[in-house]
């Protein structure tokens, strides 16, 4: 019994700490937290706990879409989305139709 009482101790001890704040690292004109989260490095320096509740969305991220390797990427998505949904309607048609045969057979 008191072995019990010592596991719930422990449990109870790691439940009630609080969790660090996130970690913030400088990369480049932005400020990544380990929590994903985006800062601005002009709004001063970054030091452990500090708030990322602002979120200022670096300009250099939208110029990822103009890279060689990303053009026609969009055409791309859009042809395998409807290539897939294609393929799923095939194969709905396939089940009903052996559904339907299957009825047939034990009627």
């Known amino acids: 019994m008191k072995q019990n009482m010592a596991d719930t101790s422990v449990v109870a001890k790691s439940v009630h700490n609080p969790s660090p704040k996130p970690t913030i690292v400088s990369h480049g004109a932005t400020k990544i937290c380990e929590d994903g989260e985006t800062r601005s490095a002009s709004k001063g ?8 509740r602002n979120r200022v969305v670096d300009d250099d991220k939208w110029k990822i879409s103009l890279l060689p390797r ?28 052996e559904f339907e045969e299957m009825l047939k057979r034990s009627a």
């Open 45 to 52: 320096r970054a030091e452990n706990g500090e708030s990322c």
């Open 70 to 97: 990303f053009q026609g990427i969009d055409e791309r998505a859009d042809e395998f989305i409807a290539k897939f949904r294609n393929d799923m309607k095939l194969e709905r048609e396939q089940s009903i139709r």
